[in-house]
């Protein structure tokens, strides 16, 4: 998804997290990421040092108000295994990517956001995890290997088989424990293992799939980007789950690809 400078959605109300400053590129987090690169050039040091994966966590703490599971867990997965190895050099820029088929990888900046927001849902409050997750667009599966250890177990879901294949092989041997892909339509949900303590979308829909609040748990938290009003763009939604009561709050703009039917 998400390259392009997002804008403060004017309707954004009510927020349960300070918003982010801005999700502009950021420049000084890019500089963090390569200039913890250059320092440990010398000594042989690559993109699979911790170093390099920690200055982008402390500008994401810093700037985003990133939740710190979402930030222990971005620490842990190693963004750059999850794209093309020649993309693999601007891994730890605050930027998204491609990974083929016109899809993109979200920029850091975005995914912690997200993240941070499904953490302060009820249920996840109350049990300092996401519980059972459904992720509709799987994608290369990075933000599924962050969600992974932060649930008690992942479903997620993509309707591009290449990707679906792609993610399963980036994955490799984590899927065993308790991430299970599948492929298909997600706007369906995954009715056979529903209902879900979080829900994250990838892709922005012109609606929001009854099927989605349908497999939404009771004090679960859903957060998906969404067309907002006519010519405004997409902006983030929020929906809480108290027994029959859907509450939604609107939060910042952002850009993400679309959310399709069907699969392919
Ligand atoms: N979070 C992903 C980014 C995925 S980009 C990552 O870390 O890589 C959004 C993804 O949503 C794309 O792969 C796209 O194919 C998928 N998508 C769009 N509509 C979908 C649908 N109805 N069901 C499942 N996946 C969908």
Redesign the pocket.
């Known amino acids: 998804?998400n390259d392009k400078p997002a804008r403060r959605f004017p309707a954004a109300l009510p927020q349960s997290t300070p918003a982010p400053k801005t999700l502009r590129p950021q420049a000084p987090l890019q500089h963090a990421a390569r200039d913890a690169a250059q320092q440990h050039r010398p000594s042989g040091i690559g993109l699979d040092s911790a170093a390099v994966r920690l200055a982008l966590v402390q500008r994401l703490r810093a700037e985003f108000h990133c939740h710190e599971a979402v930030c222990q867990a971005m620490r842990e997965v190693q963004r750059h295994l999850?794209v093309d190895s020649a993309l693999a050099t601007q891994a730890y820029e605050d930027t998204s990517l491609p990974?083929g088929?016109g899809?993109?990888?979200?920029k850091p900046s975005v995914?912690a956001r997200m993240l941070s927001l499904l953490h302060e849902g009820a249920s996840a409050r109350r049990t300092g995890s996401l519980g059972r997750v459904l992720?509709?667009?799987?994608?290369?599966?990075?933000?599924?290997a962050l969600l992974a250890r932060m649930a008690q177990r992942v479903l997620s879901?993509?309707?591009?088989k290449p990707?679906h294949d792609k993610?399963r092989a980036n994955l490799g041997e984590q899927r065993a424990s308790h991430i299970r892909l599948v492929y298909?339509?997600?706007?369906l949900g995954h009715p056979p293992n529903a209902p879900y303590d979080s829900i994250i979308?990838?892709?922005g829909?012109h609606d929001l799939p009854e099927a989605w609040l349908q497999q939404l748990a009771d004090g679960g938290r859903l957060v998906a980007p969404m067309q907002a009003a006519q010519g405004r763009g997409q902006a983030l939604l929020v929906v809480d789950r108290q027994g029959d009561d859907y509450r939604r709050t609107l939060h910042e703009a952002v850009h993400?690809?679309?959310?399709?039917?069907?699969?392919e």
């Open positions: 998804m999850f990974i088929l899809q993109t990888i979200s995914v992720e509709i667009g799987t994608g290369c599966g990075y933000q599924t879901v993509e309707r591009l990707l993610a298909g339509d997600g706007r979308a990838a892709a829909g993400f690809v679309p959310l399709k039917s069907g699969i």
